[in-house]
């Protein structure tokens, strides 16, 4: 809230600090509201303009003041060291010709759950070297911590850190005491209220305030600017338990790895502001030219609204030789490390940073290759929940052995590929191709280690560059030679399982288990097909061999199978005559540049020899179009559903599928990435609708209904997988900037297979 001097009115800003003012008449201020102008915000930073009104004794012609709440949270993609700090930053901005007191506050929710906690705290004081300018921080958690453990999806251990510089006011004390003497002085009494207690016992609150002088001339309206940074930080040690490769082990964050205490680590996060909104705004300016060229302006907010949320749901471990990405996943019910919610992330990923889909990935694959997983297909997740990874012994993790098998293995190829090019302009990420293309050949390492960051531009702690032509090939290798056995193993699962999947759940667990699953078995199929290119990868080519002659053979019988009788859609299951699904998993297909065999553009992608082995069973190449069959799916599959999205999209969107209304907004974007233009378009402008017209106090869902734009019953909220809604940002940079062109046989109307001008009916 903020306060004009002599004025005698407060205005409160963001939160609701005027529950603890008092509204009579006798209070000595009076509350009034600012004129809220809006907020902006991108992919890093959420800004909030207020204006407040001259008082009285300045002529009536004074512009109002303009008041600035603006929060970043950097997304760094040039820099893991930065983005691996669990840290933000608050600034207040003023522009204006009277002056004006500002006052900040948070309480102990910020470090537990339970509002009945006992939480302690303290105020420290740090010196920033002979400049005479210094920092206070507040610092508050619980008196007894819990460990690596959650309360209503919140963490029960580590401490806030709230910093401010040192020339601002500050005072701790009960909420309903120093926000009305705030209203009435415009200052603090930088006293510390020692009296420990519940969060909400005589609710403590820990205060900044800031006056900002602005004019000492009553008689002068020019107008004078000032502003104040804040920074937050919930500092975790151990940030989670893991079952590692040697045993089960508490994980440092990593940062801890290049700075020696929290101390440094907060002094370096508060004076890096500079550097931090430099790369952010980088990082920011290019999403929103990438996803305007893609989609539209719609598509620029999406994208922008969805990249802090999948951050959200991270946490950084490990050490520079061998980093770590961990993942939760958020409200639907904790799990920790699920492949099937890395999945409908990873174009997210795969299109700021592909080295941190590395890092999601490395885990579960060190855990399951020292043995701790009896099963031989992919598990669900590393621990039924945040933030115990402690593994699955019995095997007995939630049942989706083709849906996580497949899951793995596109990804797998997918980083894979994002190693590969030969010129910075054909990088699937813009800010890959950035920095030094040294390699670390030690076997002991990851082959994404960070052991030598770089200083660019007078900017240090960056990454060094992402694969690319020669060091592109040593990663790769690297990396699937020390798992390839598991690669293989998933494969074998996928061969025996995946073209007639068997009563099972896919990643919509939500919607129950169901037997012949087309779009399930379509996953398992690009798996196969995807582990041939895998082993060429390390010229294992009577594998790549083998597993192509599968793959070919199981798309074929896939194409015949999940049709439905008239040709106008794919099933839901085979056998299950009259429905129909969204067949999200088709974008593998184009994403891992399947769908350019037979194309001019494919012999880029393939240097495994020509082979002369014959299919198992010849397949046949002419689909019931009669067309001669390019690409690994059918370009008619290709046709056939985005006619049919046409059809049957919704007021707010695309349902999953034909047993429902509701949609899953990650899977929408897969699918519309993957047809005409036009269909794209309509997709889009229904989820952005949904967006724009339904209101909510939750983050931002990924399941919702298609008519109502209401919830369906579950309550998801926060979850990383809205990283799929990068789905068109992705697939624009794949195969080397190819994948698009790839599809452009869908803009051909004559070939359409379904009137468009049909629209079926639910």
Known sequence: MATVPGSGNVYPLLGRPHDSLSLKHNAAYNITFPTYVGASFDASATNFTYLIPAPAPLPQSTEPLELVLSFLSPITPTSTLRQSIPASYMAVHVKGSFNIDVYVDLNGQWVSGNRGSMIVWELDHKELGNSGKGLKTWKIQRETELLLSEERDQAEWGTLHFTAPSDVRHEAGTSGILRPRFARTGTLQNVVDNDFRSIMDEEPVFAFAKSFELNSSISSSAPSTGSVLFSFALIQNPVTQFASARGLTFMRPLWASWFTSVEKLLDFHYLDYTNAVRLARNYSAQLAEDAYKSGSGDYVNIAALSARQVLGATVFSGTPDDPILFMKEISSNGNFQTIDVIFPSFPFFLYTNPRWLGYLLEPLIEHMLSGQYPNKYAMHDLGAHFPNATGHPDGRDEYMPVEECGNILIMGLALVNSLKYDTDSASGSVWSSLGSDSFDPDPSTSAFSLRKLETRDGVFGLDDKWGGSAKGVKQAQKWVRKSYRLWKQWTGYLIKYSLEPENQLSTDDFAGPLQLQTNLALKGILGIK?????????????????????????????????????????????????????????????????????????????????????????????????????????????????????????????????????????????????????????????????????????????????????????????????????????????????????????????????????????
């Not at 019988?557 to 040709?567: A, L, P, Q, T, V």
């Not at 593998?588 to 082995?613: I, K, R, V, Y």
């Not at 339904?694 to 990283?723: C, K, N, Q």
Request: glycine fraction near 6%; include cysteine; charge should be negative.
């Open 530 to 762: 995807a582990m041939s290119q895998i082993s060429e990868t390390i010229d294992e080519f009577e594998d790549t061999k083998y597993y192509k002659n599968i793959s070919d053979v199981y798309v074929s019988k896939w194409e015949e199978y999940g049709i439905s009788r008239d040709g106008s859609h794919y099933k839901l299951s085979y056998d299950w005559y009259g429905s129909w699904t969204t067949l999200y998993n088709l974008y593998a297909d184009t994403l891992l540049c399947f769908h350019l065999e037979g194309t001019s553009a494919s012999s880029s992608h393939s240097t495994f020899p020509p082979s002369n082995q014959k299919p198992l069973t010849p397949p046949d190449h002419q689909n019931f179009a009669g067309e001669n069959k390019t690409g690994f799916v059918s370009r008619n599959v290709y046709k056939i559903q985005s006619s049919w999205y046409h059809a049957v999209r919704q007021t707010y969107g695309l349902p999953l599928d034909s047993r429902h209304l509701y949609a899953k907004s990650d899977w929408e974007f897969f699918a519309a990435a993957v047809t005409s233009k036009s269909t794209r378009s309509e997709i889009l402008q229904s989820v952005a609708k949904w967006v724009n017209e339904t209101d909510t106090d939750r983050p931002f869902t990924d399941l919702y209904e298609t008519e109502s734009g209401g919830w369906p019953g579950a309550h998801f909220m926060a979850r990383p997988v809205i990283g799929g809604h990068f789905a068109f940002l992705t697939l624009d940079k794949a195969c080397g900037g190819k994948a698009m062109a790839g599809l452009s046989f869908l803009e051909d109307e004559t070939e359409t297979t379904i009137n468009k001008q049909v629209k079926f009916e639910l």
